[in-house]
């Protein structure tokens, strides 16, 4: 167990940093992975998630980064950023890749409760007779209390590979000298999953559902910004900006920077995320203010919006 997800992955790349060691990481993706890798001396590489294919994962270009001093590859699914469920042919690909390359899979599936397209989720660790996984979760997303820091660290294995390389004693070894999740929570914990009615996860799911629906459909028409996928799965979906259509724009960041002044409307630039002038877009708030909140992106892009010319 762990104080949130985000200390899995403190965890995970604290036990597989070792000297000429490399990791790869999806772009976009999530900056907690590079900075807890850089902190630890942990070389990260980026793999591409593929717009024009559901952003799935570009195992060519896994492939291609891969060496000898490769340990693990990093998914996120359902995906954050991107909004994506990965189907069971796409990550049985993934296992089969890393099985090709020796390394392991880290599944950050901390949304995997939140699936709502036509993909059903399907965890990593069905795989793990493939490949060795690490899958990370935690309680904070599937109950939507982000004060409730407790995660964990699963690992499928059936051919033994983590344990005969004492992955799963490092990560046992770094938990005994790091902060444990508050045990307040911890003692809740039987309760929070023996009694919470399914009812309160269907409607979770429906309130989403609808969200995504309505941040879809609002972005179609905004002329500066284009969605390539309709998102399935976890709070976000990740936009292309199109500068050409805009003037007085310099890029993603100062588009955001500009919006939230003249907007107070508030969205991350892709830039942080690994992908210039792309956005990121949470449907998680609720559906008025979503609408309200996409109708002044709107708003802003036509008032900076190049004049046409007229023939």
Wanted: hydrophobic residues 40%.
């Amino acid at each position: 167990m762990t104080a949130g997800c985000n200390h899995a992955i403190e965890v995970m790349m604290a036990v597989l940093a070792a000297p000429g060691a490399n990791v790869l990481l999806p772009r976009p993706g999530y900056p907690m992975y590079e900075s807890r890798a850089a902190l630890c001396g942990l070389e990260f590489r980026h793999f591409d998630l593929l717009p024009d294919k559901a952003w799935e994962v570009d195992l060519d270009g896994v492939e291609a980064l891969a060496d000898g001093n490769t340990v693990a590859m990093v998914i996120v699914n359902p995906n954050n950023p991107c909004g994506c469920v990965y189907s069971y042919h796409h990550l049985a690909k993934i296992g089969e890749t890393a099985r090709k390359l020796g390394i392991l899979v880290i599944s950050d599936e901390v949304y995997d409760h939140c699936a709502f397209g036509s993909k059903p989720f399907v965890p990593m660790g069905v795989f793990g007779g493939t490949a060795p996984v690490v899958t990370m979760g935690g309680i904070s997303k599937r109950w939507m209390v982000p004060g409730w820091r407790l995660g964990w660290i699963a690992a499928t294995d059936s051919n033994g590979i983590l344990k005969d390389k004492k992955i799963i004693e490092s990560v046992i070894g770094y938990r005994a000298i790091s902060v444990d999740p508050v045990t307040f929570v911890q003692g809740a914990l039987p309760e929070i999953i023996a009694n919470t009615d399914k009812a309160f996860f269907e409607n979770a799911m429906n309130v989403m559902r609808e969200s995504a629906e309505i941040c879809y459909q609002k972005v179609q028409d905004i002329e500066c910004i284009t969605c390539p996928h309709k998102p399935e799965g976890s709070m976000f979906v990740m936009v292309k900006l199109d500068l050409s259509c805009l003037d007085g724009i310099q890029d993603d960041v100062d588009f955001c920077s500009k919006l939230a002044r003249e907007e107070s409307v508030v969205i991350c630039p892709g830039s942080g995320l690994g992908m210039k002038n792309w956005l990121r877009i949470t449907f998680a708030v609720d559906p008025s203010l979503l609408e309200d909140g996409l109708e002044r992106v709107k708003s802003f892009c036509k008032r900076h919006g190049k004049t046409k010319e007229v023939n």
